[in-house]
């Protein structure tokens, strides 16, 4: 394989570059990333068109992909995220580590041909069908490890610290039994799991929720990880009923309650923060957390918008998650999250900043997700520059999206012009996994994945419709 590649045009972290050559390293790092190059040297491979870094998923729960499609029907008199929660525990409650394996590497499949070239995984379903642990106690976080490497992305674990219903239920639910955690399991899950020399594995931490993780544990994961410079997540702020939850119980909305406690450093990645304050997103931002934005999923569910503007104003750093898998590419996602804040205001292009210099609504988007990816995943330097792992995409000129599109407006039409299938060829670290829209274990992942989905849902012997209780 050559060492070395030559792009006629790169998105590097200070925008668009002509003529890029790009060096790996026998480490799958970027030795170099040199603009400015008219033609490509005799020793680099040209590559065949415009190239973009690949971008992290910053939050997902692979097993809620045998569930996408699945819970969009209604039959009583309401719906929303609780009563989609209690149907999705069904799946919960009877995937194997085989069943998972099968559909997180087809998810994983999907996921870089999205354009993702790492995801986050935010680990809580732990144990066997009955709530005890497996002989491995990490054979689930095994499994999607396993999926990760047959896929070729990029994963960072985060065993999740899961202990109580809600604020008023000191225990876990009988439908939550697979989920049961504490603050020193998740340690030593972290431990193992970073001692593990997997290439291309790393971990870190996370919380579910205020609601799930009372105050003790919370004080007991802070000292085991004092010292700790990864990544700690947690779900915050996505419900108004949450929200209402933790004021109730604690005199304090969830954002505020964690800078109030002091907790809030450079590690900590704020999932969805849907409903904030404007001081509760200032306190984020001096302090370094990031936020993860989930579009589809908080679409999908009827969390409602976060405060975007507010977001891209205080420079806090931003990092997309596809969550519950309802679409699995990032163009998707950000197209939701301006379009969101687009009905929502009657306005157009609400994320552009063109007093700031920046009138390209995608090219802010991007450049904000990309900037926070690294940080969301404990990688460090992320994209196209000298010492981040060398992953990439090939977007595909010939593409329905992107025929006759200006070289200058390439994202804007990534964004919001048709669906297609943009990426031609697509690069972790170092190594080609997609190449000519296609990635080598495709079919039989495939395959893999439609046999545990007829097991999980008993399609053959049609006992159990999706949706329905079992």
């Known amino acids: 394989m050559a060492a070395r590649w030559w792009a006629p045009r790169a998105w590097l972290p200070a925008g668009w570059h002509d003529g890029v050559l790009l060096a790996v390293d026998a480490q799958g790092h970027w030795a170099e990333v040199r603009p400015g190059v008219a033609e490509p040297p005799p020793d680099a491979q040209r590559l065949a068109g415009p190239v973009l870094p690949g971008l992290v998923n910053a939050h997902s729960h692979a097993f809620q992909r045998a569930f996408a499609g699945l819970a969009e029907r209604r039959e009583q008199a309401a719906d929303d995220f609780w009563s989609w929660r209690d149907r999705m525990y069904q799946v919960a409650l009877r995937i194997t580590p085989g069943q998972l394996r099968a559909i997180a590497t087809h998810l994983y499949v999907e996921l870089l041909r999205g354009g993702y070239t790492q995801v986050c995984e935010f680990h809580y379903l732990q144990h066997d069908e009955d709530g005890s642990p497996y002989g491995d106690p990490l054979a689930m976080s095994w499994a999607l490890a396993d999926a990760a490497a047959d896929a070729g992305i990029g994963l960072t674990m985060l065993p999740v610290l899961y202990e109580r219903a809600g604020f008023a239920q000191p225990a876990l639910r009988p439908d939550q039994r697979r989920f049961a955690s504490t603050a020193e399991g998740i340690w030593a899950t972290r431990q193992r799991l ?8 790393t971990a870190g931490l996370a919380l579910h929720s205020l609601r799930a993780a009372p105050p003790e544990a919370i004080g007991r994961l802070r000292t085991l990880a004092e010292g700790f410079d990864g990544p700690i997540h947690i779900h915050v702020a996505e419900q108004t009923s949450e929200v209402d939850d933790c004021l109730r119980h604690t005199g304090q909305r969830p954002i505020e309650w964690l800078a109030r406690q002091g907790l809030l450093d450079a590690r900590w990645q704020l999932v969805h923060a849907t409903h904030t304050t404007p001081s509760e997103i200032d306190a984020v931002a001096a302090a370094g957390a990031g936020a993860v934005l989930c579009p589809s999923t908080e679409a999908n569910l009827g969390d409602g918008l976060a405060d975007l503007p507010g977001w891209l104003a205080s420079g806090a750093p931003l990092a997309l ?15 939701l999250l301006e379009y969101g804040q687009r009905l929502a205001r009657r306005q157009r292009n609400v994320s552009a900043a063109p007093e700031a210099g920046q009138p390209a609504t995608a090219e802010r988007l991007w450049a904000r997700v990309q900037a926070g990816s690294g940080a969301a995943a404990g990688l460090g330097p992320w994209g196209l520059q000298a010492g981040a792992r060398a992953d990439l995409l090939v977007a595909d000129l010939q593409d329905h999206a992107l025929r006759g599109i200006p070289p200058t407006h390439l994202l804007d039409a990534l964004v919001f012009s048709s669906p297609g299938r943009p990426w031609r060829d697509v690069m972790v670290a170092g190594r ?39």
């Open 432 to 470: 080609w996994v997609v190449s000519a829209h296609r990635h080598a274990g495709a079919q039989a992942v495939a395959d893999s994945f439609a046999e545990a989905m007829s097991e999980i849902w008993d399609i053959r012997k049609n006992v159990a419709a999706p949706g329905h209780a079992v």
């Open 194 to 201: 970073a001692a593990s020399g997997r290439p291309l594995l």
């Open 321 to 335: 998650g596809s969550d519950s898998h309802v679409t699995r590419a990032w163009r998707e996602e950000l197209r």
